[in-house]
């Protein structure tokens, strides 16, 4: 690993995505390894509910446990603390593809290329 850290699935945990699913696989992740100080979510609602149950358990997000993102929703910026995520620029990705649908509706017939965005960390105080 780049830092150091080694890979344990033992923190692995599957839920759906909802806040209150964060929330409890939190709850039962904390209470088997205490010692975790970051977790990801794959989706921001599910890192809502992470942040959540941090605060139940009386910890701080940001301080005592790092907590990051997926899919950079608006709410985002507005949580508090403000979560780190990684954007996918959905916004972006919905551009292109609208235009290159509209361009193959007007009859272009150009190979089918592929169009990369790459995902971009958005630092915000979640992370400390």
Known sequence: ?????????RYIRSCSASRSEG?????????QHPEITA??????IVAFGVMRAIKDLGKTVGKDIAVVG????AES????PALTSIS????????AAGEII???MEGDKQPYK???FPPKLVVRSSCG
């Open 1 to 9: 690993m780049e830092h150091g850290i080694p890979f344990n699935e």
């Open 23 to 31: 929330a409890k696989v939190t709850r039962e992740l904390l209470a």
């Open 39 to 44: 977790i990801i979510g794959y989706q921001d």
């Open 70 to 73: 997926f899919d950079d929703v």
């Open 77 to 80: 910026a507005d949580t508090n």
């Open 88 to 95: 996918v620029s959905a916004r972006e990705i919905g551009r």
């Open 102 to 104: 509209l361009s193959r």
């Open 114 to 116: 592929s169009v990369v």
